[in-house]
């Protein structure tokens, strides 16, 4: 997936400065890193696999295979705490990157930071590190242990890989990492009753912390899985987001599809077991298929399909956006060209059935859908799941272009779950996490449910992944604050609440209007807020940013970038205009918040704010 939202666009080529590092806070604590810590953990960051010709991140001087290690002086360990770390930040619009290009530390400076814009590049998913790092000193893992941390903690991982370049001379003595894998891995299979401790000393206090965490985790659910605490965990709520073991998802099989193609079968078991390890390899098959000459529309729709299937990020909206699909005119003569071929005894019946899926949905077919859906799945279960999502989109209402993600809510997916009997969360086992997250927050809920249409590529297994790339929204559901409870340095802080009178309830003021005609010059950080009735509020609010929903899922604005929201109709719809000048269109929902006024506290219902200026 094309990153989102995290570096926004850039709008000059800019030069390296090789050699520098500046002065750079851990993301989780704080502290200040020194430079001979990051120059031991510089194999550690966030590498990008593809850079997109003439894309912004492009024109910044990003080049492929680039480990970020660090932005705006904050350094992270993986995505999670990349997203994080962004997701938090501060407001300038410019962003400084540490690097390291080939062994070489180097910054980097990108500027006309846009936060609703896509930055042009796709970061690697990093998966398999730790089982990769133990292979390196001849440690191995258990086939069930080694299955289960796919997603251990990039943190974890660099930490123990600087501990190992820097001090082991007994490969033995890195067997305390195998014991704290198969630890890990007892909270990710919900074996919570097979929890132990690490017998052998780790030498690595990051690791003892997390010992402290899982064990918790372990004894919290030692009688059955319960809704997670972060308090009975002993962690803030960022700490869980980041390091709580998510329980494992299990990837359907893609069984023995009979697809005359033999390429194209081992391509897609390829995307399945290999993930980005293949990415560049499979980017150019699918690219081949999908350039196939053809002569009718419907064969070069089943082409199209076909490279969706190798590769999903450039060419998995083929199935959706076909113009032989998505245009009325051409979707009847498709139907009948794929069923004739069908009919004809295509050897690759399986391929056929699965195009006739998104056109049926077009047209309403549901009943026929769920039996093409189900002669798909019995015969390849992986098969028939990548297409959930796309089928999901147009049941609910959407169209080619809608980021409607797979929903258990679905009508479709509940018929589907329950004629299949599917487990919805894939864990094969019962599981509280996942439904608990999605209830915590309903805000989240798009960008949390579980993505069925994904589980079919090794860098991506369903809500797990999801949520591991979406960290501010758990740490939400952990009793976390809102983004402005991360301060400038990048340390986490206690969200900001008003402060409670001696009957525990937080103090309320009454507010003191300023009729229209009464407006007086807002002074800098000042807001106009105008309310339903036609009053205003000027002031300081409580929140330093907002988070719009986009199509492609939830972004943060920082005031100072934005000049003025317009609200229109309900649900939060509204249009912002930004400072660059250009325009932006999402929903905003601001709740309950205060505006520090010349002299008083004012409380707002966010609902009946009509606009904001920003002057």
Request: hydrophobic share 40%; proline share 0%; net charge negative.
């Given at each position: 997936m094309v990153l989102l939202a995290a570096l926004g666009a850039f709008m000059c080529l800019q030069i390296p400065v090789r050699g520098e590092i500046p002065v750079t806070r851990d993301v989780l604590t704080g502290e200040i890193i020194s430079a001979q810590?990051?120059?031991?953990?510089k194999q550690s960051g966030l590498r990008l696999l593809e850079v997109n010709r003439d894309s912004p991140a492009q024109k910044a001087g990003l080049h492929k295979d680039d480990l970020i290690l660090a932005i705006d002086s904050i350094r992270f360990y993986g995505f999670g705490e990349y997203t994080l770390a962004t997701m938090w930040n501060g407001s300038q619009d410019f962003a400084d990157l540490l690097l390291n290009r080939n062994g070489e530390i180097m910054t980097l400076r990108v500027t006309g930071l846009m936060w609703a814009r896509r930055s042009g590049f796709r970061p690697c998913s990093g998966r398999r590190e730790l089982a990769k790092l133990l292979r390196s000193v001849n440690l191995a893992l258990s086939p069930e242990t080694q299955a289960a941390v796919t997603d251990f903690p990039p943190r974890a991982t660099a930490l123990?890989?600087?501990?190992?370049?820097?001090?082991?001379?007994?490969?033995?003595?890195?067997?305390?990492?195998?014991?704290?894998?198969?630890?890990y891995a007892a909270l990710v299979n919900l074996e919570y009753g097979k929890a132990r401790a690490v017998k052998a000393q780790m030498p690595v206090p990051f690791f003892r912390r997390l010992?402290?965490?899982?064990l918790a985790i372990a004894n919290h659910n030692r009688n059955g899985e319960k809704d997670p605490d972060a308090k009975a965990f002993g962690e803030d709520p960022e700490f869980c987001a980041l390091f709580y073991p998510f329980p494992r998802v299990i990837v359907p099989g893609l069984g023995s599809p009979a697809i005359s193609d033999d390429r194209l079968l081992k391509l897609i078991e390829k995307r399945m077991n290999d993930g980005d390890d293949t990415f560049e390899e499979r980017m150019r098959e699918a690219d081949a298929y999908a350039g196939r000459p053809s002569v009718a529309p419907w064969e070069d729709y089943l082409n199209k399909v076909k490279s969706g299937l190798i590769e999903s990020v450039h060419h998995g909206g083929w199935i959706l956006k076909h113009k032989a699909v998505a245009d009325p005119g051409q979707r009847k003569e498709v139907i009948r060209d794929l069923e004739e071929a069908i009919k004809n005894g295509s050897p690759d019946q399986i391929l056929l059935k699965y195009c006739l899926l998104v056109p049926k949905m077009y047209n309403g077919k549901r009943a026929?859908?769920?039996?093409?859906?189900?002669?798909?799945?019995?015969?390849s279960p992986c098969l028939a799941l990548t297409a959930l999502a796309s089928l999901t989109r147009l049941d609910m209402g959407g169209g080619p272009t809608d980021n409607m993600v797979a929903k258990t809510t679905s009508p479709l997916n509940k018929e589907l779950i329950k004629r299949l009997k599917l487990d919805p969360n894939m864990t094969r086992k019962p599981c509280r996490f996942?439904?608990?997250?999605?209830?915590?927050m309903p805000r989240f809920q798009q960008l949390l449910t579980i993505r069925l249409a994904e589980t079919t590529s090794g860098e991506k297994a369903g809500l797990a992944h999801s949520l591991r790339r979406e960290p501010a929204s758990v740490v939400m559901a952990f009793g976390g604050g809102p983004p402005s409870s991360l301060d400038r340095k990048g340390m986490f802080t206690k969200n900001r609440r008003p402060t409670p009178t001696s009957s525990g309830q937080p103090e309320k003021k009454e507010a003191t209007i300023l009729a229209p005609k009464e407006v007086r010059r807002t002074a800098h950080g000042e807001l106009l807020f105008t309310l339903a009735d036609g009053s205003t509020v000027i002031g300081k609010p409580s929140f330093p940013s907002i988070i719009v929903t986009?199509?492609?899922g939830d972004v943060v604005f920082t005031m100072e970038k934005i000049v003025a929201v317009e609200f229109s109709g309900k649900n939060g719809a509204a249009e912002l205009r930004l400072r660059n000048g250009d325009i932006a269109k999402g929903k905003v929902k601001l709740g309950t918040f205060t505006v520090e006024a010349k002299d008083e506290t004012i409380p707002v219902d966010g609902s009946q704010v009509k606009s904001i200026q920003n002057p």
């Open positions: 810590r990051i120059e031991r953990t123990a890989r600087e501990w190992i370049d820097a001090s082991m001379s007994d490969r033995r003595s890195a067997q305390w990492l195998v014991e704290f894998a198969d630890l010992e402290k965490f899982y026929e859908v769920l039996d093409l859906f189900e002669s798909i799945y019995k015969e996942y439904d608990w997250t999605v209830e915590q986009f199509s492609f």
